[in-house]
Structure formats: structure tokens, C-alpha cells
């Protein structure tokens, strides 16, 4: 087994209350809420251009100071050697191997603003390379070095102060379209891509691969520098981009790939035109003929299969390579022959790394555990993944590409991990009410049992089609859970991937329906079982998860004892005219309200879990973030305002500077020590 050593900070200087590892000790063997924000959070795994090293991140965070840091780290491709080059306060992210492996680039807010530095990769002599005003959120380097392309925000739409100059204090907003507010922010600028040329330690020639154009690229909230690409030859860039605003944007999931010719500056080809979805993240293959791209079908449709593309920039024609693979793709890379394309791919509750030959189309299985796979590089003979699971936070591996063998390379929490115990994860199948199998995950408390009781958690997956993977999770993680003595029923139910085209899309404007009987049936199948304690049940669940619980508030007939809800959905009707992505709810709800006419829309409203609080009879909290602007916090109110209206035991707990997640640590060990304070006290 390969082994690592971890370099300290300077308690010097500036580093004295520098944010590193911890050497927290515990005082029992149960995971507690200060063990879990105490985990290095490792990421960002970064393979040498010889394929001998490996850059990878490590975020720590201070719970007293409420804040994190993030140092960069450099280890040998077989795990040896593992050293942390950078000791600062200010945090480094994206680094990446350029100049053939001489240098590493990154970015840091050392100068005040994010901006692009470079180190040598022992950490020394860092330099700043970029000043773009307003600092730049990502980058890449060209093939030979000679361009840097980065991401930065352009000034969108027209603020109060640009109209009336003398009220540069006022704080109204007029707006007249949509889409003004996304995710948790109000809709001031747009990121555009950036090119400069630099010959090795300035910048110069900046233009905007998007000048005068209002749209996103990358694409909010989450697309980042991997839906652009250099080619290999350096002369074009393919970028991702939806060039749509307002109303258009707000309903529409149409985005495009685009070839972008540097010599010229113009944007030479759509190679996406005519397909409908989203059409993101573009690879170009080594010999720069031909890009693979993940792609969805439909316009509207978040939730599409996504197929793997690939597209030959010679004749223009357009491959699905996924054809006859009826699963989704994602993270591509190819490897040296161009002749596969390595990805990851999420099949019964398991994301594994998955070879697909570009030739005969087919797919083979590299990967086999129970675990989550959420990367896949290619090294030198190897292949290099980042992994985790419900029983363990990210770590590194290799994997043997023929084989299958895998390896751990990175520790970063070997001796907190070690400290505690966890309870087993167990995978059961369940038929259901319309006799199909469901994959259903158990997790059990530490040094379980079975001559006991135990109260027992109905866990309810958001989305609402992300799958209940072996996710490993710093708020909803059931290790932390079975650590308080419950035993946790986290069912597949429809609408989640791995589980074929047909069980993804059944969920779609039908919320109230197969997927809650699903969750029935995993509950009830499971209280059969002798150490389950069924007058003691609780249900919880976060987005789709939380209008789950509140559905199941009004429809459970007596099987549960509390129920918690975070940023879930209310009123449906409320959720159609409030949220900003109007794509998803014209996909899952099936359209407006008041399409009187449309019988899926109608079916979806008839099943508003606010129509159905007479019947609310269960004490409930609710959990919900003022800076979510998918589900407004309104909807969280609204609920708990109901259930003290109808007398029912219940508690609200907001946050006024938290999103759809809840990100600060003191907030997420008081979301932890509230969440369990209010199961403890109606399940114990």
C-alpha cells in the first residue's frame, strides 16, 4: 500500500493561524458533527503531462473562524512522495500542470483579487500572471503555452445607478424580464471567456471570445473551464454556450457547442445546431479530428439521458455512441490512441469508470464496488480517479485499465477515519406497487444490533433525479446518522438514473404518484424486519426530497412520528410562478397552473402537498435558506406557518446567507445539532 506524508504550515508570520489538517481526537468511536467538518476535502485531481505526478486540492475549514482554506498538494502517480507546496491563507483552486510540467498554475486572491499565478511544483516562487479588473474565476493554458483562456464576469443588463447617476445608493432593482435572479444571486453580469496571449511571464492582447454578446459561457450555476477546450494544434477553441436571455432562457435548455477560430476572432461554426438539449463540455480527441460531447436530447429536459457524442471535424457528420447503452455519461477523457473514451457513468446506486470504444460503440465496465466514482483521468498506463462513498470522503485511486484493480494513492483523513466507526451499508431489492424491482440502500448504526429496536429513517432523494449513489455528503451523510443510533432506508424510487430511460422519466408530472408509493414501499418492506422500532419512524428529505416529506405529511396514515423538511416544495403553484428555471417546471410539472386544459399540468397541482395539510397531524421542522432562489424560501415558511396554524408540534429553522445548501460551518453544525435535537426528541 502506497504510503503518504503531510507537510504542516509555518507557524510563522502571517501562517500562524494558518487553516490546515486537523488533529482533532474524538472521544468515542461515533461520528459527530465537529469529525465531519473536520475532514480534509480533497478534489481537483490533475495528472502530469508525463503522467507521473499528481496536483490535487485539499480544503479545510475552521468551524471557530466559520470559514475554510485550501492548500495544493503534489504526489507521485503511485501515491509516494505526497507533499503540500502551498502554506497561505489565501487559498489557492485550479491548479493545473502547464509549461510540460515545469510549472503549476493556480488561482489566488493574494493580490486582492482572483487572479492566474504560477509556482514551480515544490510551491516556490509564485508569481502572478494575470490582472484582469475584476479578477477571473478559471482558467486553461494553450497546448504550447502561448494563450491563456480564462473565465470572467461582463457587466449584464442596466442597474439603477446607470439610469439615474444621483441615487447611486438606492438599492431597488427594476426589472422587466426574465431571468432576474438565478440560483442564489441576483442577475448582474454574465461569465464571458477571455484570451491572452503570454509568452511566459506577461500578458497581452486580451479580447472577449464573446464581445457585445449578453450570454453565459461557461453556463450558470455550475458549468465551469471544462465547457471549453483548446484544440490540440492551439488555433481553435470550442466553447458551450445557450445564446438565448430572458424569457427564452428561462424556458429553454438549448445550449450548443461552438468552434471559435483564434486567428480571425470570430466564431466560425455551430457544431451542435439543430440538437435540441444541452449539448456541453467538449473534448477534442489527441489528434485534434474529432471532439466527444456529452448531450442531451430534449429542449427542457435537465434530466435527459446524456449521450456521448462525438462529432468528426472533418466531414461535420455526428455520432451517438451511446445508441444502444441505455445509461448516461460523464467526465470524458480520451485516451492516447483516440481510439476510446474513458468516462463515468452511474448504474444501480454505483458511479463507475466505463471505456467506450469511438469504432464499434461499445461499452466496458473498468470499475466494479460500492462506491461513486466522480472523475477519471489518464496517466501513464493507468487511469486516475477521484472516489468516495457513503462510508468514506474523496480520496484518490488508480485503476489498472485492463484489470479493474484499483489503489488507493491519497489518505488525507486516514487518521480521523480511523477514530470511527461506521455502520454497514447494505444493498437490498424491493418489488414494487407495480411489480418492478427498486434498489434500496440500508445503513445501519455502528455495532448494530440486531436483538434491539431501532428507530428507523425514511431518507427522501431531492432532484428530483439524482440518484441515491454512494454519495458521500457533509450535511445529509448517513454515516452521521446511523453515528445517532438510526437506521436509514434511502430508496431508488422513479426518477433517478441508473435504472434504464424508462424508470428516469416515469417521475415527470407525476410527483404525487408511482415515486411515493415507491417510498412506501420501501418503508413498509422494510418495518418487517424484527429490529425495526415501527412507532418510532421518521421521514426526512431536502428539494424534492422536502416536497416529498411534506406529500408524505398528508398521506401517511399514522406510519411516522416526525418529519423534517429542508428547501422543499409547498405549494406547487407557488414553486411554478416563483422559481427561476422555468424549463424544469414546465418538464416536471408539466406546464402552468392555469392550463386548465392540460391534464398532466392539473395532475401536478392536484397533488400540492399544500392541499393537503388538513390532514397534517405530525410534528414537522422545516429548514430552508433565504438566498435560495430555485425554492424560495417562502415555501418553507409557508409550511411551517401552516403546520402552527393547524396545531401541529413543529419548528422553522432559516438562514438568511444560505442557498439551496448550507455551506458556513457554524451553520452546518447547527443545521446537524437541530436536525437531530428535533429526531431525538419525537423518535427517543
Known amino acids: 500500500m502506497a504510503t503518504t506524508a503531510v507537510l504542516t504550515a509555518c507557524n510563522t508570520g502571517e501562517n500562524a493561524n494558518l487553516i490546515g489538517k486537523s488533529d482533532l481526537q474524538l472521544d468515542s468511536d461515533r461520528m459527530t458533527p465537529e469529525a465531519l467538518w473536520a475532514l480534509g476535502r480533497v478534489s481537483d485531481a490533475q495528472v502530469s503531462p508525463d503522467g507521473q505526478r499528481i496536483l490535487y486540492g485539499v480544503t479545510y475549514y475552521s468551524v471557530p473562524e466559520n470559514k475554510n482554506n485550501r492548500e495544493i498538494f503534489v504526489m507521485n502517480s503511485d501515491g509516494t512522495h505526497a507533499q503540500q507546496i502551498t502554506h497561505s491563507a489565501h487559498s489557492e483552486y485550479a491548479a493545473k500542470w502547464v509549461k510540460n510540467g515545469a510549472k503549476i498554475a493556480f488561482l489566488s486572491a493574494e493580490s486582492g483579487e482572483t487572479q492566474v499565478w504560477e509556482m514551480n511544483p515544490d510551491g516556490s516562487n509564485r508569481q502572478q500572471i494575470t490582472q484582469h479588473d475584476g479578477g477571473v474565476s478559471d482558467f486553461k493554458y494553450a497546448p504550447d503555452d502561448s494563450k491563456i483562456l480564462f473565465v470572467a464576469d461582463v457587466k449584464y443588463g442596466s442597474r439603477t445607478v446607470d439610469k439615474y447617476h444621483d441615487l447611486d445608493k438606492a438599492t431597488g432593482r427594476v426589472i422587466d424580464e426574465l431571468m432576474y435572479k438565478h440560483w442564489d444571486e441576483w442577475v448582474e453580469s454574465v461569465p464571458h471567456p477571455f484570451l491572452v496571449d503570454y509568452d511566459g511571464t506577461t500578458t497581452t492582447n486580451e479580447r472577449d471570445l464573446l464581445e457585445g454578446e449578453p450570454y453565459e459561457c461557461p453556463m450558470k450555476p455550475f458549468g465551469g473551464v471544462e465547457q471549453l477546450a483548446f484544440a490540440p494544434d492551439g488555433k481553435t477553441i470550442a466553447y458551450t454556450c445557450r445564446k438565448k436571455t430572458g424569457k427564452a432562457y428561462a424556458e429553454s435548455t438549448n445550449s450548443d457547442i461552438y468552434l471559435y477560430d ?377 409550511a411551517f406557518n401552516a403546520a402552527k396554524l393547524r396545531g401541529v408540534p413543529a419548528e422553522l429553522l432559516i438562514f438568511p446567507d444560505e442557498n439551496h445548501w448550507v455551506l458556513q460551518p457554524q451553520n452546518g453544525i447547527l443545521w446537524q445539532r437541530t436536525f437531530f435535537g428535533w429526531l431525538d426528541r419525537w423518535l427517543k
Open 262 to 638: 483564434i486567428a480571425t476572432g470570430k466564431t466560425v461554426k455551430n457544431l451542435t445546431e439543430g440538437m435540441a438539449g444541452y449539448d456541453i463540455n467538449p473534448t477534442f480527441s489527441p489528434d485534434g479530428t474529432k471532439i466527444a460531447f456529452e448531450s442531451m436530447e430534449h429542449d427542457g429536459w435537465e434530466s435527459d439521458k446524456n449521450r456521448l457524442f462525438v462529432i468528426d471535424l472533418t466531414t461535420g457528420e455526428r455520432t451517438d455512441i451511446s445508441t444502444a447503452w441505455d445509461q448516461s455519461c460523464a467526465t470524458l477523457a480520451w485516451d492516447g490512441s483516440g481510439e476510446n473514451i474513458y468516462l463515468t457513468s452511474c448504474q444501480h446506486g454505483t458511479t463507475q469508470i466505463y471505456r467506450a470504444n469511438v469504432a464499434d460503440k461499445t461499452f466496458t465496465q473498468i470499475t466494479h464496488g460500492q462506491h461513486d466514482y466522480e472523475s477519471v483521468a489518464v496517466a501513464d498506463g493507468k487511469l486516475i480517479g477521484m472516489r468516495h462513498s457513503m462510508s468514506a470522503p474523496n480520496d484518490i485511486y488508480a485503476i489498472d485499465p485492463n484489470s479493474g484493480t484499483e489503489t488507493q494513492l491519497s489518505f488525507e483523513n486516514k487518521a480521523l477515519l480511523d477514530q470511527m466507526t461506521f455502520g454497514r451499508v447494505e444493498e437490498r431489492w424491493m418489488e414494487t406497487t407495480d411489480h418492478q424491482q427498486m434498489q434500496v440502500w440500508i445503513i445501519y448504526p455502528p455495532h448494530f444490533d440486531a436483538t434491539k429496536k431501532y428507530p428507523t429513517l425514511l431518507y427522501c432523494e431531492g432532484g428530483p433525479q439524482s440518484p441515491v449513489s454512494q454519495f458521500w455528503s457533509y450535511r445529509w451523510n448517513f454515516q452521521m446518522m446511523a453515528a445517532n443510533d438510526y437506521i436509514i432506508v434511502a430508496p431508488n424510487r422513479r426518477g433517478l438514473y441508473g435504472y434504464g430511460t424508462d424508470w428516469l422519466e416515469q417521475i415527470s408530472g407525476d410527483y404525487g404518484g408511482q415515486c411515493m408509493r415507491d417510498y412506501f414501499t420501501a418503508i413498509d418492506t422494510f418495518c418487517q424486519e424484527p429490529f425495526v422500532d415501527t412507532d418510532h419512524l421518521g421521514c426526512v428529505g431536502a428539494s424534492f426530497g422536502g416536497y416529498s416529506v411534506y406529500w408524505i405529511a398528508g398521506h401517511h396514515n399514522g406510519r411516522f412520528k416526525a418529519f423534517i423538511a429542508h428547501d422543499g416544495i409547498f405549494n406547487l403553484e407557488q414553486q411554478y410562478i416563483e422559481t427561476e428555471e422555468m424549463w424544469f417546471v414546465n418538464r416536471d410539472l408539466g406546464g402552468a397552473y392555469w392550463e386548465r386544459d392540460n391534464a398532466t399540468a392539473q395532475r401536478s397541482y392536484a397533488n400540492s402537498p399544500h392541499r393537503f395539510v388538513d390532514k397534517w397531524d405530525t410534528p414537522i421542522l422545516c429548514i430552508h435558506g433565504e438566498k435560495d432562489y430555485r425554492i424560495l424560501a417562502s415555501q418553507g415558511m409557508s
